[in-house]
């Protein structure tokens, strides 16, 4: 069933009654694109939602509701915290400086490039457990072992290595603080206390002290570390770049990130349940920090597009140090560093599919399709367990000369799927015509059909549209011996969005919201005998 957008206010989400902030401090400048978040009104309400969701998810699962925000969204509002921190009143800016500052700790262990903070008493100690007899804990030796291991990967694969944090950890090394936080739901977060006036910022990472089978039930203790560690140092990386990039990038390159270090853990896939995969109608831009009656598509739905990365870079796989280098490409566009490209995630990623010789409307159309069928497509498809939806609309014909037509409805950056089966009283030699009706100009629409065979098999092929969103696909066999069904995949590709001035969620790219959803498209079937 097609669940439209639904604008919900953040303060309804977050349960908080909004007021007016009695000082209000000038924001960053930035002659770029985000030159309109520097609206003062907006600001003021963006700096609010963000402190309440820091509270509600802090606040621990006892004080949590539904409609709170998911603990996982703990990043993204923290980001937001230090975003627009500077719009709230004297006393909420106080509550947001100390949502922002660095755990406490006692000790530490460092690398050349990182140092790991601990206590070694209350409720944050991590095991102390010393069986090297180095005077390190040996949980402590495996988190600094592993994010050393991770920043060099980074590195070594041309991404920007977080930026120096001048001594805020005791010198200029990226800083990780061990804490518990598993107990609130939490696995890890990186944030920053960077005030400088700028969208590059550095960052520290916290990270549960144990990830105990208790608090977190799949995989062991040490894969969620090692995921963890993997997506939230991405996070710092992402900051070095610049913090303020769309949510949507930041999660699901971080999620997609999990997977590229770490691939016999496939944490990652968790999330396909909530993704482009399962729910194809929601846009790909999307961020969804919550879930909610009124809400219209899952949380995290984020985290579930790092299969549209992981699409990409199977089908683009050129690497450097082991990581593809297409998702490193759209972070040098996002570069918001003086005289940097500094583009919105969108605009990013279409500029570095180009160079490679392609464009979002086709990738889109076929991830679309692809998900409809993983295993055929997927280097891992054959494992994801997540179930294919039903289509948007089933027509089964069977007679020569029947008709009929499936509609759909399509938000920006999103697909739905109609099936025509083949009646069992069927001629063998039927053949299916499509003719394809959707909307044309700027909506950059796509189509694509798949026959699935009886033997299991699958056959795809894209469908040319004219300028209007017009098109067909002929004498099609369509034999009830041969052919389970046929799928066509309708695609509505615009990324028309009026940006910095989303003050609901779900959030899309540029911090914006679409303006070209709702679109309305058709595709008719008829089976034909020669």
Request: glycine share 8%.
């Amino acid at each position: 069933m097609k669940r439209a957008l639904v604008a919900v206010p953040l303060s309804l989400v977050f349960g908080l009654t909004l007021t007016s902030p009695s000082a209000l401090a000038d924001p960053p400048t930035d002659p770029g694109s985000k030159a309109s978040l520097t609206g003062k009104a907006h600001r003021a309400e963006r700096a609010q939602d963000a402190l309440a969701a820091v509270r509600s998810i802090l606040g621990g699962a006892d004080q949590r509701r539904a409609g709170a925000a998911d603990p996982r969204s703990l990043t993204i509002a923290l980001r937001d915290l230090a975003l627009y921190k500077d719009a709230l009143s004297p006393a909420d800016q106080r509550a947001a400086s100390r949502a922002l500052k660095r755990p406490g700790a006692t000790k530490e262990s460092c690398t050349k490039r990182i140092c790991v903070h601990w206590v070694t008493s209350g409720a944050s100690k991590p095991s102390l457990r010393d069986k090297n007899g180095n005077h390190v804990p040996d949980y402590v030796d495996q988190v600094r072992k592993t994010v050393d291991a991770i920043h060099l990967k980074y590195k070594k694969a041309g991404y920007r290595s977080p930026l120096p944090d001048q001594g805020r950890g005791g010198d200029n090394r990226t800083d990780v603080y061990i804490r518990d936080v598993g107990s609130q739901g939490i696995y890890g977060y990186c944030t920053t206390d960077d005030n400088r006036q700028r969208y590059d910022r550095w960052a520290y990472c916290v990270l549960d002290n144990n990830f105990s089978h208790a608090e977190f039930p799949t995989n062991t203790p040490l894969e969620n570390m090692q995921v963890t560690a993997a997506h939230e140092y991405f996070h710092a990386v992402q900051y070095s770049y610049d913090f303020a990039e769309d949510p949507w990038i930041l999660e699901s390159t971080a999620t997609w990130a999990e997977d590229e270090f770490f691939d016999k853990v496939d944490d990652n896939r968790q999330y396909l349940s909530r993704s482009p995969m399962s729910d194809p109608e929601g846009p790909l831009d999307m961020f969804a920090p919550v879930d909610g009656d009124d809400y219209s598509y899952p949380a995290l739905f984020q985290y579930g597009t790092w299969i549209f990365w992981r699409y990409l870079t199977e089908h683009y796989p050129a690497s450097s140090a082991g990581l593809p280098t297409l998702v490193r490409d759209v972070w040098r566009l996002l570069d918001a560093k003086k005289g940097a490209p500094d583009k919105y995630s969108l605009q990013g990623l279409e500029k570095v599919l180009q160079a490679r010789g392609t464009n979002l409307p086709k990738e889109l159309s076929l991830f679309a399709d692809a998900n409809r069928h993983p295993a055929d497509v997927y280097e891992e498809g054959a494992t994801y367990t997540h179930e294919v939806p039903l289509p948007a609309a089933t027509r089964t014909l069977n007679a020569s000369g029947a008709s009929a037509t499936g509609p759909v409805t399509l938000d920006h950056l999103a697909s739905a799927t109609v099936r025509f089966v083949p009646g069992g009283s069927l001629d063998p030699s039927a053949e299916l015509n499509l003719s394809i009706n959707l909307p044309g100009g700027t909506i950059r629409s796509q189509a694509v059909v798949t026959r699935f065979l009886e033997d299991g098999t699958t056959q795809t092929q894209r469908v040319v549209l004219d300028a209007n969103g017009d098109g067909v696909a002929t004498s099609l066999q369509f034999s009830p011996l041969a052919t389970q069904y046929v799928e066509v995949t309708l695609v509505n590709a615009s990324n028309e969005t009026t940006c910095w001035t989303a003050d609901s969620y779900p959030i899309f790219s540029c911090q914006g919201t679409g303006q070209e959803d709702g679109q309305a498209g058709s595709v008719t079937g008829t089976a034909l005998v020669s």
